[in-house]
């Protein structure tokens, strides 16, 4: 098994890819402690790391955010290695159901813009913040606001919050006129 690193625009964050499905069609998964990561064995093995701050899975990559003081010259060799271990040893991602929390802010008379904004989100933005390592969520549109979470590399990442004003919200605003302002929420 070979497996391959990319540098993200978060300085914090590499991406890690095993050249098979992580998450697949499931979607993504995002894990900000050690104790949110119980659910799955890849990430909770990997937050026993020292110097993990912040593990995601997407479908077929893993990105590893780490903590201030770590360094990276000393913690990739050892989340490859810990990569490595959890496929050659056949262990799930997840175990279980997933326990995403779902909940969407939208009022039900804007179902049309809200599925204009998702269709936009999954063809135009979120093909581009996989390829940083990261994942963008949709999270409701109220009033010509619409809330979206980063993950992944693009959660804490410097350049995240230019991404979305500068990018994401002037295409959203360009299709969709009733778009007003694009906002960052938290987890």
């Not at 110097?51 to 989340?79: E, I, S, Y």
């Amino acid at each position: 098994m070979f497996i391959e690193t990319e540098a993200t625009p978060n300085p914090a964050t590499l991406k890690f890819l095993p050249g098979q499905e992580v998450m697949g069609a499931r979607g993504t998964a995002d894990f900000v402690s050690e104790e949110a990561a119980a659910r799955s064995p890849l990430a909770a093995r990997l937050f026993q790391l020292p110097g993990v701050a912040r593990v995601f899975l997407g479908a077929d990559f893993v990105t590893v955010t780490k903590t201030n003081d770590a360094d990276w010259a000393d913690l990739r060799p050892q989340v490859l290695g810990a990569l490595m271990e959890h496929a050659m040893a056949g262990r799930p991602v997840l175990a279980g159901e997933e326990a995403e929390d779902d909940a969407e802010d939208t009022d039900p008379a804007d179902a049309e813009v809200v599925a204009q904004i998702k269709e936009l989100l999954d063809t135009r933005v979120r093909p581009a913040v996989a390829g940083d390592g990261g994942d963008i969520v949709f999270r409701g549109f109220r009033d010509g606001i619409v809330k979206l979470r980063m993950q992944g590399a693009c959660s804490g990442c410097p350049s995240s919050r230019a991404t979305l004003k500068h990018g994401v919200e002037n295409m959203l605003r360009h299709y969709v006129p009733e778009v007003v302002a694009v906002e960052q929420v938290e987890a």
